[in-house]
């Protein structure tokens, strides 16, 4: 192959291409981040997405964001129950079924509705709905 003849931003292009390929291909097999690969299952998608992430969001998206279920699970508290008495605090418990945030899942709900029904897969919370998802999340 004659590099002369081919622009230098193609070949970083490609380059980029097969980097992101082979991300995948490592994001696809490890066992670990599920939780994460629920909200960006594609490193392509990801990339493409213009997120501005507070620490606060990352951990919760990541399913680090210090629920009762997650310090349970690390022996720092008793009991994993949430506030509402209706389960585990975990964050899928606190997006979908909590009633103490049932206002805030109300207002996600009222603008998502105007598109889709509910419940949405979570990798279109992130892509469509952040702005309403992060509301609901910061409380």
Not at 1 to 15: G, L
Not at 67 to 92: N, V, W
Request: net charge positive; aromatic share 8%.
């Amino acid at each position: 192959m004659c590099y002369n003849k081919i622009p230098i931003s193609e070949i970083e292009r490609q380059e980029e291409e097969k980097t992101i390929e082979k991300w995948q291909i490592q994001w696809d097999a490890t066992t670990k981040a599920q939780a994460t690969k629920e909200y960006f299952p594609n490193v392509t998608e990801r990339l493409k997405m213009k997120l501005r992430l507070s620490l606060n969001l990352t951990a919760k998206l990541t399913m680090h964001g210090k629920p009762k279920a997650y310090l349970h699970r690390f022996k720092i508290i008793q009991s994993p129950e949430c506030s509402c008495k209706h389960g585990d605090q975990t964050m899928d418990h606190l997006l979908y079924d909590c009633e103490i945030l049932g206002k805030e899942r109300e207002k996600l709900l009222a603008y998502i509705s105007r598109e889709e029904d509910w419940p949405v897969r979570k990798r279109e919370l992130v892509n469509k709905y952040l702005k309403h998802l992060q509301i609901l999340l910061t409380l």
